[in-house]
Nanobody
Framework: VQLQASGGGLVQAGGSLRLSCVGS????????MGWFRQTPGKEREFVAA????????LMGDSVKGRFTIWRDNAKNTVYLQMNNLKYEDTAIYYC????????????????????WGQGTLVTVSS
């Protein structure tokens, strides 16, 4: 499985961006998806995840109420809508596909995800 993330860019604080991640492979709809982010010198941080069906989501504490995750399995795509962006949201954002198929629930640990996209840079100016 290959993942291709896009949609990053430069935005002013308070602005919005939408990230997309397209996956290849036939098992996309059988696995949960997630978004993580990382800044230099810091550990990769959980942002959001969504179940294989899209019915359940889990958001990181720092983005609750501002970010939304959803997926379109017909397009093998997961999205991350980011509103009211803050300077501290600046990071490289990675999408990830979990290893396990047919999971009931939503994973949030990096170890649950075995396939990763290349990352897309989001820069928020203050």
């Amino acid at each position: 499985v290959q993942l291709q993330a896009s949609g990053g860019g430069l935005v002013q604080a308070g602005g919005s961006l939408r990230l997309s991640c397209v996956g290849s492979g036939r098992s996309f709809s059988q696995r949960a998806m997630g978004w993580f982010r990382q800044t230099p010198g810091k550990e990769r941080e959980f942002v959001a995840a969504i179940s294989m069906s899209g019915e359940s989501t889990l958001m990181g504490d720092s983005v609750k109420g501002r970010f939304t995750i959803w997926r379109d399995n017909a397009k093998n795509t997961v999205y991350l809508q980011m509103n009211n962006l803050k300077y501290e949201d600046t990071a490289i954002y990675y999408c990830a596909l979990e290893d396990e198929r047919w999971r009931i629930g939503v994973p949030r640990f990096q170890s649950d995800f075995g396939s990763w996209g290349q990352g897309t840079l989001v820069t928020v100016s203050s």
